[in-house]
């Protein structure tokens, strides 16, 4: 199982960005597909962004396309969320995930192997 680990989490304002970023532990991280995922309270875990093993492919949701972006950098073992123009309902702890299969990018939180510890992000109105 990939060890995963996110940084870049804080309090920003509306408007505002951050970067998050995912460390894997394992050289396999190169092989899998990769993504992002968040929860606010009260609400179930929902899908955020994902990429494919070799980065060729990313999907955003709705909800933050145009706004967010994915990115991954195999030689380090990274993943990253760019996130710009914050809003106050981005507000949530995000996960980094790796995809139980070596094709789909994880699109569910059914089709995750690995979960990071979630790293918070606070935007303010």
């Known amino acids: 199982q990939v060890q995963l680990v996110e940084s870049g989490g804080g309090l920003v304002q509306a408007g505002g960005s951050l970067r998050l970023s995912c460390a894997a532990s394992?050289?396999?991280?190169?092989?899998?597909?990769m993504g992002w995922f968040r929860q606010a309270p009260g609400k179930e875990r929902e899908f955020v962004a994902g990429?494919?093993?070799?980065?060729?492919?990313?999907y955003y949701a709705d909800a933050v396309k145009g706004r967010f972006s994915i990115s991954r950098d195999s030689a380090k073992n990274t993943v990253s969320l760019q996130m710009n123009s914050l809003k106050p309902e981005d507000t949530a702890v995000y996960y980094c995930?790796?995809?139980?299969?070596?094709?789909?990018?994880?699109?569910?939180?059914?089709?995750?192997?690995?979960w990071g510890q979630g790293t918070q992000v606070t935007v303010s109105s």
């Open positions: 394992e050289r396999t991280f190169g092989d899998l597909p």
């Open positions: 995930a790796a995809s139980r299969a070596k094709i789909a990018i994880p699109r569910s939180p059914l089709m995750v192997g690995s």
């Open positions: 990429i494919s093993w070799n980065g060729g492919s990313t």
